[in-house]
């Protein structure tokens, strides 16, 4: 079944056509990305495997344009790999915030639809731009079958003492407001590949993943289900993130305000914009940039990267308390699968819980499967190269399969 994956944000969609043969076999068969959508000038940049790299600018006005402009490099023939646009099966979306109403990824129907609108009030930033790509979709491909794959749908098994807040409860019921989780997708697919690889039943497992990247995230996930996460109703609770602050104490809010002078939007701003990598370094949201800054001497990026390392100790100790255990720790994101440095960081502070950690495999050739730990260590540790588009088309699969 080839599948047409889209991620879709604000001003730029990123996508995948994939040729799913079964749930572990496929073939990738064309990527890229669409950038600037709504600027004077946007670009696509386009590659179908063995073929020459497309970039082209032109006018995006806006996401019906967008697909229009992937779908037209899909059927080039020159640079494409489609003959026919009857050859996309199914399309899946990811969508980041389904809120309490999916336990996992849906058929696109009006009902779901209005659904994730409904969500949008909570996922400002994301939803509306995953209900452009459904919308261009449909005047695109309007016979074609459309799954949406939810950010949240994983973090829906976690227990209500962890995801509710301590907040008078009438503000859950009338707006709410509790911990969702986020990367949900990422989460799910390294917990299977990891137990997999690391020779663990997943249902009778205790494992930590850790999803490191511009925005990071760590989950707790008991017999191959969330039972917390660290992300919360927004993605900005948490650890130290690239742009985004993680936790502080809420009074710290009012007080800026006050202080400053801060709008909500500003102070949002702040929080998510201005703040983590970006804010306490003064350098840069890029982990690179902070490990050539702190290699150079610089003692704010150190400051900051010893801090990201602490809050993923901390995160993966609490975890393990919460779950009584741990069997497996994964690594995974743009940082976590390639920052040799911070891996051994955080697995020499977990030596109490038996972890043996292998250091020359850590520091060696980077491979998308890998473990880091000794073989007689007590607990395993694994760099997993995460894949959401692979678990978006695989759930597409089965959904429309199901359908029919």
């Known amino acids: ?160 003492y962890a995801y509710m807040y301590a907040l008078p409860y009438e503000y859950y019921e009338k707006y709410r407001i509790r911990r969702y989780g986020f990367h949900g997708t990422s989460h799910k697919y390294v917990s299977a590949k990891g137990a997999a690889f690391a020779g663990l039943d997943l249902g009778n497992s205790r494992i930590i993943t850790c999803h490191l990247g511009n925005g990071s995230s760590v989950t707790a996930v008991q017999n191959g289900k969330s039972v917390d996460t660290s992300m919360g109703f927004t993605p900005l609770e948490g650890m130290i993130m690239g742009t985004r602050c993680g936790n502080i104490d809420p009074d710290i809010v009012t007080y800026l305000m006050d202080k400053e002078g801060f709008t909500p939007a500003e102070m949002s701003k702040v929080l998510n914009k201005k703040s983590g990598f970006q804010g306490l370094s003064g350098i840069s949201s890029d982990a690179r940039d902070l490990n050539e800054a702190a290699n150079a001497g610089d003692r704010r990026a150190k400051l900051t990267l010893k801090k990201l390392a602490y809050d993923i100790t901390k995160l993966i100790g609490a975890y393990t308390a919460a779950m009584n255990g741990i069997d497996l720790i994964v690594f995974t994101g743009g940082i976590g699968e390639n920052n040799a440095r911070l891996r051994r960081r955080v697995c020499e502070n977990l030596t109490y819980l038996g972890l043996k950690f292998d250091y020359d495999t850590n520091a060696g050739e980077k491979a998308d499967e890998m473990l880091i730990s000794l073989p007689d260590s007590k607990v395993k540790v694994a760099v997993i190269a995460t894949n959401e588009e692979l678990m978006i088309a695989r759930d597409t699969m089965n959904i429309v399969l199901n359908q029919e």
């Open 1 to 160: 079944m080839i599948i047409l994956v889209l991620n879709c944000g604000s001003s730029s969609l990123k996508y995948q056509l994939l040729d799913m043969k079964n749930d572990d076999a496929y073939d990738l068969l064309a990527k890229g990305l669409v950038e600037r959508i709504g600027l004077e000038v946007g670009c696509l940049k386009h590659q179908a495997v063995g073929k020459e790299k497309l970039v082209r600018e032109m006018p995006i006005q806006d996401h019906t344009v967008g697909i229009q402009a992937v779908l037209d490099a899909l059927l080039d023939k020159e640079f494409g790999c489609l003959g026919s646009l009857d050859d996309i099966e199914a399309v899946g979306h990811r969508v980041v915030h389904g809120g309490e109403e999916f336990f996992c990824s849906a058929l696109v129907t009006n009902k779901v639809v209005s659904q994730i609108r409904k969500c949008c009030e909570i996922a400002p930033l994301h939803n509306p731009a995953n209900l452009l790509g459904i919308d261009a979709v449909t005047k695109a491909l309007p016979s074609v079958p459309q799954v949406a794959v939810f950010d949240t749908a994983f973090h829906q098994t976690m227990p209500d």
